[in-house]
């Protein structure tokens, strides 16, 4: 019977975990303490030190266990909590208690359901179900939203933020879905127990099928596996097949054959797009630049990797990723694709690394490493790795050296990888002490190249004077981005020339302000979207300065109207909030005179001269930060009973508001010449060569990074230099966009850099022997859009057949001026040697052909397409496209788990040599 609620009413049942269990009401508290101290006490009863007390007790619990509930709590909301408890020690006695727990700001509030684009920390904090119960009895509010423990393989137990979203049909009515969502850790069985619930079905009678994109691909028959095991993604569709009245089941034509297909034509080679499975755009902008690569493509596209293929290599896959990798590479250069699924690939990487596992968003930079060092472990022609002995220079030429760490490396790597991608860095380490140093050569397959930006960030935010007849400014004020408030305070100051003390700094929300900033915090807590206004008041008096007769209040004001309904009226927050500066013994004419001149901008007309009580605008209240709690001030002529950094708010009548206000100006801002500089000025454009040399310039060794001198017999901070000494017909390099600031905090640095397309001479910076100079060609960048918790990737890749540049975006592909290449999102670029250019490289090998529709063949006429729009837009009319093939690939695998002695020093000095690129 749910099959005939509304959609709404269908989401609000099935949204919840399933493990079997209907979600229950707020569970009662497990843990003595609550019993004793908390429950039931009602919040005049509670104080700080108790509340702070009962949850540092009750956050004891928070061990990890599988199917243990957890729950988000809003990161904004529990700061203020934790500065009203004084959990952070700053002894502020003004600290308000928080109104009620808003975590509405997480959800998708048309689908109820956890935003995307919400990261722990910075968005939500993730609490024990004891330390939920217990804030939300003493504060309420919500949304509660909850999540369980499971078990994530290598990851080991984990809270599930993310629940499966499917669309599950039934065979005997394929035109109504029922949106529900599932733990990846649901097993096959609870998964159809509860659909037949849903959809009132039995459950002997019935059969599911994973039906990703209208197409039954396999049928679900182990009731023991979870989902995830049996790569079901995010946004799919389920189909539960229902027996006929005679025991058989329904013949495949009625709902589709075991294959994709899309609504459009095949794409020409080379110009097809990749699925996204669910947060995989990391990986397939990886697969697109890999797939752009014409030394690689061909050799899979031949079919000339299977003689290579090593299936004993403990370090390797057994050849199933080199093999699902090939097959991949077919879907995308044949001429019967529409758009390419690389869920199959998918699996078998996370085999290989199963860092990857799952649908959670990765690092295009890292899949690349992992993948090239997994097709080089695959295809590795080495069976028996000998010892070799890494030596150091001790006064010997370079060219030996260098010649000699190149064979040893040889004698246990030889790939196509190794052959294409891997170039040799000259590692230089200098004694601080004894001047001892110590030269050698080690292999890499990407530079990871810092990025020489300022260590300051560029914070937008709106100065409101002390006089109000004075428009506010907007400024861009660079700080140090580790900084504090107050040094904020003193970047303002310096220049508007109003002392730093004068300005509380806010971050306004829902009309009201959120967040007033303590002089003592980082500016890390100010985020990219706050809305940050700076209100300038009258400093109190220090030391230094005469104290005036009669002290001053510094009073935030918020703007109230009354809302009326049928049978009742409430009243909500508008408008913009802002400070006044005023004497305490203020009396509430007084008051009222002085808010007017800050609500002069929103006037219908000037005010009468001669007002009365009746013909006042608006009443005065003392309200909470909330704007709730009203209370009425006493309007005669004695002095009011303000207190400093207390709110009070102007309400507005109906009438009154209809009359005076007209909410549909806007608060007139004016911009400061500091807006038009910065990141997006030529002042912040940075050349590729100017990451190289800070790449190569010497540097001393971190205090937790020392290195052993064996001439001191002590550990070091020694001076390393990099130099390179050869280079690969095949470049990659990683412009390290993203650092962490700390443990959980990570930023991005979006600075333009300025690299080259056309030609990359690298002449200046190759130190070892060449026989011509080391000039490359760009042919693909994978591309970092937006922010960290929001990010997406896509990638442009030149194409060997028309030699134009192509947007690869998930499914989507369209031709792009080259003009376009070049933006502040590049985050890994490819760069190909001209002068190992073939000519012969912009055709289709006639194996390849072949191979591709063979491969086809065998996989039930994949991706076969009906008619409709061509995935590949091109700006021009009548574009030729000739058959191509091509991949790329990327960067040096950090060649980590399972190594042996040589494996891991390969690995250790690989580690060193790119700068932590991992980071």
């Given at each position: 019977?749910?099959?005939?609620?509304?959609?709404?009413?269908?989401?609000?049942?099935?949204?919840?975990?399933?493990?079997?269990?209907?979600?229950?009401?707020?569970?009662?508290?497990?843990?003595?303490?609550?019993?004793?101290?908390?429950?039931?006490?009602?919040?005049?009863?509670?104080?700080?030190?108790?509340?702070?007390?009962?949850?540092?007790?009750?956050?004891?619990?928070?061990?990890?266990?599988?199917?243990?509930?957890?729950?988000?709590?809003?990161?904004?909301?529990y700061?203020?909590?934790?500065?009203?408890?004084?959990?952070?020690?700053?002894?502020?006695?003004?600290?308000?208690?928080?109104?009620?727990i808003?975590?509405?700001?997480?959800?998708?509030?048309?689908?109820?359901?956890?935003?995307?684009?919400?990261?722990?920390?910075?968005?939500?904090?993730?609490i024990?179900?004891?330390?939920?119960?217990?804030?939300?009895?003493?504060?309420?509010?919500?949304?509660?939203?909850?999540?369980?423990?499971?078990?994530?393989?290598?990851?080991?137990v984990?809270?599930?933020?993310?629940?499966?979203?499917?669309?599950?049909?039934?065979?005997s009515?394929?035109?109504?879905?029922?949106?529900?969502?599932?733990?990846?850790?649901?097993?096959?069985?609870?998964?159809?127990?509860?659909?037949?619930?849903?959809?009132?079905?039995?459950?002997?009678k019935?059969?599911?099928?994973?039906?990703?994109?209208?197409?039954?691909?396999?049928?679900?028959?182990?009731?023991?596996?979870?989902?995830?095991?049996?790569?079901?993604?995010?946004?799919?569709?389920?189909?539960?097949?229902?027996?006929?009245?005679?025991?058989?089941?329904?013949?495949?034509?009625?709902?589709?054959?075991g294959?994709?297909?899309?609504?459009?034509?095949p794409?020409?080679?080379?110009?097809?797009?990749l699925?996204?499975?669910?947060?995989?755009?990391?990986?397939?902008?990886?697969?697109?630049?890999?797939?752009?690569?014409?030394?690689?493509?061909?050799?899979?596209?031949?079919?000339?990797?299977?003689?290579?293929?090593?299936?004993?290599?403990?370090?390797?896959?057994?050849?199933?990723?080199?093999?699902?990798?090939?097959?991949?590479?077919?879907?995308?250069?044949?001429?019967?694709?529409?758009?390419?699924?690389?869920?199959?690939?998918?699996?078998?990487?996370?085999?290989?690394a199963?860092?990857?596992?799952?649908?959670?968003?990765?690092?295009?930079?890292?899949?690349?490493?992992?993948?090239?060092?997994?097709?080089?472990?695959?295809?590795?022609?080495?069976?028996?790795?000998?010892?070799?002995?890494?030596?150091e220079?001790?006064?010997?030429?370079?060219?030996?050296?260098?010649?000699?760490?190149?064979?040893?490396?040889?004698?246990?790597?030889?790939?196509?990888?190794?052959?294409?991608?891997q170039?040799?860095?000259?590692?230089?380490?200098?004694?601080?002490?004894?001047?001892?140093?110590?030269?050698?050569?080690?292999?890499?397959?990407?530079?990871?190249l810092?990025l020489?930006?300022q260590?300051?960030?560029?914070?937008?935010?709106?100065?409101?004077?002390?006089?109000?007849?004075?428009?506010?400014?907007?400024?861009?004020?660079?700080?140090?981005?580790?900084?504090?408030?107050?040094?904020?305070?003193?970047?303002?100051?310096?220049?508007?020339?109003?002392?730093?003390?004068?300005?509380?700094?806010?971050?306004?929300?829902?009309?009201?302000?959120?967040?007033?900033?303590?002089?003592?915090?980082?500016?890390?807590?100010?985020?990219?979207?706050?809305?940050?206004?700076?209100?300038?008041?009258?400093?109190?008096?220090?030391?230094?300065?005469?104290?005036?007769?009669?002290?001053?209040?510094?009073?935030?004001?918020?703007?109230?109207?009354?809302?009326?309904?049928?049978?009742?009226?409430?009243?909500?927050?508008?408008?913009?909030?802002?400070?006044?500066?005023?004497?305490?013994?203020?009396?509430?004419?007084?008051l009222?005179?002085?808010?007017?001149?800050?609500?002069?901008?929103?006037l219908?007309?000037?005010?009468?001269?001669?007002?009365?009580?009746?013909?006042?605008?608006?009443?005065?209240?003392?309200?909470?930060?909330?704007?709730?709690?009203?209370?009425?001030?006493?309007?005669n002529?004695?002095?009011?009973?303000?207190?400093?950094?207390?709110?009070?708010?102007?309400?507005?009548?109906?009438?009154?508001?209809?009359?005076?206000?007209?909410?549909?100006?806007?608060?007139?801002?004016?911009?400061?010449?500091?807006?038009?500089?910065?990141?997006?000025?030529?002042?912040?454009?940075?050349?590729?060569?100017?990451?190289?040399?800070?790449?190569?310039?010497?540097?001393?060794?971190?205090?937790?990074?020392?290195?052993?001198?064996?001439?001191?017999?002590?550990?070091?901070?020694?001076?390393?230099?990099?130099?390179?000494?050869?280079?690969?017909?095949?470049?990659v390099?990683?412009?390290?966009?993203?650092?962490?600031?700390?443990?959980?905090?990570?930023?991005?640095i979006?600075?333009?850099?300025?690299?080259?397309?056309?030609?990359?001479?690298?002449?200046?910076?190759?130190?070892?022997?060449?026989?011509?100079?080391?000039?490359?060609?760009?042919?693909?960048?994978?591309?970092?859009?937006?922010?960290?918790?929001?990010g997406?990737?896509?990638?442009?890749?030149?194409?060997?057949?028309?030699?134009?540049?192509?947007?690869?975006?998930?499914?989507?592909?369209?031709?792009v001026?080259?003009?376009?290449?070049?933006?502040?999102?590049?985050?890994?670029?490819?760069?190909?040697?001209?002068?190992s250019?073939?000519?012969?490289?912009?055709?289709?090998?006639?194996?390849?052909?072949?191979?591709?529709?063979?491969?086809?063949?065998?996989?039930?006429?994949?991706?076969?397409?009906?008619?409709?729009?061509?995935?590949?837009?091109?700006?021009?009319?009548?574009?030729?496209?000739?058959?191509?093939?091509?991949?790329?690939?990327?960067?040096?695998?950090?060649?980590?788990?399972?190594?042996?002695?040589?494996?891991?020093?390969?690995?250790?000095?690989?580690?060193?040599?790119?700068v932590?690129?991992?980071?």
């Amino acid at each position: 019977r749910d099959l005939h609620y509304p959609l709404r009413r269908q989401r609000q049942m099935c949204i919840r975990d399933r493990y079997g269990e209907k979600e229950r009401e707020a569970a009662p508290m497990s843990s003595s303490l609550h019993t004793q101290l908390g429950a039931g006490m009602s919040v005049e009863q509670t104080t700080p030190q108790k509340e702070k007390a009962i949850i540092k007790e009750l956050f004891k619990e928070n061990t990890l266990k599988v199917g243990k509930a957890y729950y988000l709590i809003s990161s904004k909301w529990y700061q203020l909590w934790k500065n009203y408890v004084n959990l952070n020690d700053w002894n502020d006695p003004d600290k308000e208690r928080p109104g009620p727990i808003t975590n509405s700001e997480l959800i998708d509030e048309e689908k109820q359901i956890l935003r995307n684009n919400v990261s722990e920390n910075l968005d939500f904090q993730i609490i024990n179900e004891s330390v939920w119960n217990q804030l939300h009895a003493w504060y309420g509010g919500g949304p509660p939203i909850k999540r369980y423990a499971i078990s994530a393989g290598f990851r080991g137990v984990v809270v599930e933020l993310k629940l499966l979203t499917l669309y599950v049909v039934k065979s005997s009515d394929m035109a109504n879905q029922v949106e529900v969502q599932f733990s990846k850790a649901t097993t096959v069985g609870k998964f159809l127990d509860e659909m037949c619930r849903i959809m009132n079905l039995e459950e002997d009678k019935v059969r599911v099928w994973d039906y990703h994109n209208n197409n039954r691909l396999k049928i679900l028959d182990d009731p023991s596996r979870r989902l995830d095991e049996c790569q079901i993604i995010d946004n799919q569709k389920m189909l539960i097949e229902e027996q006929n009245e005679d025991g058989n089941w329904p013949g495949s034509d009625k709902f589709g054959a075991g294959r994709y297909h899309y609504d459009r034509d095949p794409t020409p080679p080379g110009k097809t797009g990749l699925i996204n499975l669910g947060n995989t755009c990391f990986m397939n902008s990886s697969i697109q630049c890999l797939s752009n690569t014409p030394p690689l493509a061909d050799y899979f596209l031949t079919s000339v990797y299977e003689n290579d293929v090593n299936e004993t290599n403990p370090l390797g896959s057994g050849g199933k990723m080199a093999r699902a990798y090939a097959k991949l590479l077919h879907q995308l250069w044949s001429d019967k694709t529409s758009v390419a699924e690389p869920r199959d690939f998918k699996w078998k990487l996370e085999k290989f690394a199963p860092q990857f596992a799952g649908y959670q968003q990765h690092d295009s930079q890292e899949l690349l490493a992992f993948l090239l060092d997994g097709l080089h472990e695959d295809l590795n022609r080495i069976r028996k790795k000998p010892y070799v002995e890494t030596k150091e220079s001790d006064g010997r030429p370079d060219e030996v050296v260098a010649k000699e760490a190149w064979e040893g490396h040889k004698k246990r790597n030889d790939s196509i990888v190794v052959d294409w991608f891997q170039g040799q860095l000259k590692s230089k380490l200098r004694c601080p002490d004894c001047s001892k140093i110590s030269i050698t050569f080690d292999p890499f397959m990407y530079l990871s190249l810092p990025l020489p930006v300022q260590t300051t960030r560029t914070i937008k935010l709106t100065v409101f004077p002390l006089d109000p007849s004075v428009t506010p400014t907007k400024y861009a004020i660079d700080v140090d981005k580790h900084g504090t408030i107050f040094e904020l305070k003193k970047a303002i100051s310096a220049v508007t020339g109003a002392p730093p003390a004068a300005y509380f700094i806010c971050d306004v929300y829902n009309f009201r302000f959120f967040k007033v900033f303590q002089d003592l915090e980082s500016v890390e807590m100010i985020q990219e979207r706050d809305v940050i206004h700076v209100h300038e008041t009258i400093p109190p008096p220090t030391e230094q300065t005469e104290s005036t007769a009669t002290p001053l209040l510094r009073i935030p004001v918020l703007n109230l109207k009354e809302e009326y309904y049928m049978y009742s009226s409430r009243t909500s927050l508008f408008g913009v909030p802002f400070w006044v500066s005023v004497p305490a013994d203020i009396t509430y004419s007084e008051l009222y005179k002085e808010l007017v001149k800050h609500i002069m901008p929103f006037l219908k007309n000037e005010p009468e001269k001669e007002e009365t009580e009746e013909k006042r605008m608006f009443k005065i209240l003392e309200v909470d930060n909330y704007g709730a709690e009203p209370s009425d001030l006493p309007d005669n002529n004695s002095p009011l009973k303000l207190k400093d950094k207390k709110p009070i708010a102007i309400l507005y009548s109906g009438k009154d508001l209809e009359k005076y206000i007209d909410e549909k100006k806007k608060l007139v801002i004016q911009e400061h010449s500091s807006l038009h500089k910065g990141i997006n000025g030529e002042e912040a454009k940075i050349k590729l060569d100017d990451c190289l040399n800070l790449f190569l310039q010497e540097e001393q060794l971190g205090p937790d990074d020392p290195w052993y001198c064996n001439n001191c017999k002590e550990m070091r901070r020694a001076f390393k230099k990099f130099d390179l000494w050869t280079l690969p017909n095949v470049l990659v390099i990683h412009l390290k966009r993203f650092s962490y600031r700390n443990k959980h905090w990570r930023e991005k640095i979006d600075t333009l850099i300025d690299f080259p397309i056309d030609e990359l001479d690298l002449s200046d910076f190759l130190k070892g022997p060449h026989s011509s100079p080391p000039k490359y060609e760009l042919y693909a960048v994978s591309n970092h859009f937006g922010s960290l918790g929001g990010g997406h990737y896509t990638s442009y890749c030149k194409h060997r057949g028309d030699n134009n540049w192509y947007c690869f975006d998930d499914s989507q592909v369209s031709q792009v001026n080259k003009e376009r290449v070049l933006s502040s999102a590049a985050y890994v670029l490819f760069y190909r040697r001209k002068d190992s250019i073939s000519k012969e490289e912009n055709k289709l090998p006639t194996s390849t052909q072949s191979n591709i529709g063979n491969n086809n063949n065998n996989n039930n006429n994949n991706n076969n397409a009906t008619h409709n729009n061509n995935a590949v837009k091109s700006p021009e009319t009548n574009t030729k496209d000739t058959p191509e093939t091509e991949k790329k690939t990327s960067e040096e695998g950090s060649q980590t788990s399972n190594v042996d002695a040589n494996k891991a020093a390969e690995a250790v000095t690989t580690s060193s040599q790119n700068v932590s690129s991992t980071n």
